[in-house]
């Protein structure tokens, strides 16, 4: 539940009304930076310190939200893609980045995101290499995939079936209109949550 340095308490909606653009500021100083980028954290350290209002949740529950506004509002200004600006903890753009090319791999999409990444410095104003720069990937999408060499002979290999993990089960807080994990309070304005539906 976000809360202010004084203890008092903001609905999730209102704190995401007064964080975005303390995000789009934070992405238009590092657009200027050629080459820079923030992770999740970083950015929701900056977030939260900009703006007074912070939360005990891990940014990865909340900050895609933050960045949705503030990808809306950069389209709805003409700007590049400043939210290819932010990666996660791994370093990489993400599943979720929604200019990914269709049907691309991972390296794809982390070449996408270069490529819009290098269009933000240029759009706003960082200072460039001498030769013009070029679309950089994060030192992750870098690496090269890790493969493990072994000297014994190989045999026939089975192959693991990967469980997925269970689905996080959601309910709608009527109090605050928040989609949270189910519990007997929400966990954002402490309000009754009502039984979930089976569906």
Avoid at 25 to 41: N, P
Avoid at 56 to 71: C, K, M, Q, T
Wanted: aromatic share 6%; hydrophobic share 35%; with cysteine.
């Amino acid at each position: 539940m976000p809360d202010r340095a004084d203890g008092s308490f903001v609905t999730q909606s209102d704190a995401l009304r007064v964080w975005w653009p303390a995000a789009r500021d934070a992405l238009l100083e590092v657009a200027r930076d050629y080459g820079a980028w923030l992770t999740h954290e970083q950015l929701s350290e900056r977030i939260q310190a900009a703006t007074g209002i912070s939360t005990r949740h891990p940014a990865p529950e909340w900050i895609g939200r933050v960045l949705d506004r503030v990808s809306n509002d950069a389209e709805s200004r003409g700007e590049p893609h400043l939210t290819s600006l932010c990666v996660g903890a791994d370093l990489a753009i993400g599943a979720d980045y929604p200019w990914a090319p269709a049907g691309g791999g991972e390296r794809a999409r982390e070449q996408g995101a270069a490529e819009d990444r290098f269009e933000c410095y240029r759009f706003f104003g960082a200072t460039l290499p001498a030769d013009g720069g070029a679309p950089q990937l994060t030192p992750r999408a870098l690496a090269p995939a890790k493969r493990s060499r072994s000297s014994a002979p190989r045999g026939p290999r089975a192959t693991p079936r990967a469980t997925p993990p269970p689905a996080i089960r959601e309910v709608l807080c009527t109090e605050c209109f928040m989609l949270v994990p189910v519990a007997a309070q929400c966990r954002d304005c402490g309000a009754p949550l009502p039984e979930p539906t089976e569906g």
